[in-house]
């Protein structure tokens, strides 16, 4: 995109940690706003900073895991503005248990998670695509994953992520294989100071109570606090929102705003696999 003045940003996952940050770089940058999330007080907090700052933004209560709440979300969006130019499908979720194994993780857990990291910007594809592709306004999409969608992990949350990262690359090919004025971007962050453990929050009682730490095993529960512990001392969500902003403006796909250790295993793993070796295993977690 040529200039972020006077266009018209979505953002999902906007009422706290990355998407708040996105929210209020791309205010500062002169955008319009379009605000969802999922809970509506932290929600309409997020609105009033914004507008306290001057911003033009509205606020939309969404589930991004329902098809028929981010449709609603389009429609609101294109009837306060007539236009958006640039979506960030940001709402994520993930759990304590993180790095549980694939058979360890309960089926809901599998259904929750990929029902909001995976569906919801699958859903916010569907419904904001064709309308911006029909405007015929240059614009872009910015989908979140995480590192983890660059590196491997049997759980629910590695699978969700890479499949966005998969999703988000064939999408930026198909824009560039049309000529479309549109272009993608994936962002793939580190360890970031939000409150992404405390997810479950939000988790509907259909997919279960949220996790028992204690019910986990004693190497599960001390990674689980020992990552908490660097998320306290993470990225600021707002270093995120600027190399968003500036990826956007100079189309470039890959955002990893993330720490050393984990660019050098994604570099690893590049190399395992351009050599057609196994994998690198990871030392072991205590």
């Known amino acids: 995109m040529q200039g972020l003045q006077g266009r018209v940003a979505v953002v999902t996952g906007a009422a706290s ?3 708040l940050a996105m929210a209020l770089r791309f205010a500062a ?5 379009v605000l969802a999330d999922i809970e509506a007080a932290p929600l309409q907090r997020a609105l009033a900073q914004l507008q306290a700052q001057g911003a033009q933004a509205i606020a939309v209560p969404v589930d991004v895991a329902s098809a028929a ?3 609603a979300l389009a429609e609101a969006a294109y009837a306060r503005y007539g236009a958006v130019h640039l979506l960030c499908n940001n709402a994520g979720v993930a759990a304590p248990a993180l790095l549980q194994p694939a058979w360890e993780n309960s089926l809901a857990d599998w259904q929750w998670t990929l029902g909001v990291n995976l569906m919801g910007v699958v859903h916010g594809l569907r419904a904001f ?3 911006m592709l029909d405007g015929g306004d240059e614009g872009h999409i910015v989908n979140t994953a995480s590192v983890a969608g660059l590196l491997t992990g049997s759980g629910p949350y590695f699978a969700s992520k890479h499949a966005v ?3 988000t690359e064939g999408l930026y090919k198909d824009f560039k294989a049309m000529a479309a004025k549109l272009s993608a971007s994936v962002l793939c962050p580190g360890v970031i100071r939000t409150a992404i453990l405390d997810a479950e929050r939000n988790r509907p009682a259909q997919f279960g109570a949220p996790t028992d730490l204690s019910a986990l095993s004693e190497k599960s529960q001390r990674w689980a606090a020992s990552f908490r512990e660097s998320i306290a001392a993470g990225i600021d969500p707002a270093v995120v929102a600027d190399a968003v902003a500036e990826a956007v403006l ?3 796909f890959y955002i990893v705003p993330a720490q050393p250790e984990y660019l050098d295993s994604i570099s690893t793993r590049m190399a395992d696999i351009g050599a057609l070796r196994n994998p690198t295993l990871a030392q072991a977690r205590s």
């Open 129 to 131: 695509v064709p309308r």
């Open 250 to 252: 100079h189309d470039r």
């Open 29 to 33: 940058a002169g955008m319009k706003l």
């Open 69 to 71: 709440s981010v449709e």
């Open 17 to 19: 940690g990355i998407g």
């Open 165 to 167: 990262t998969c999703v």
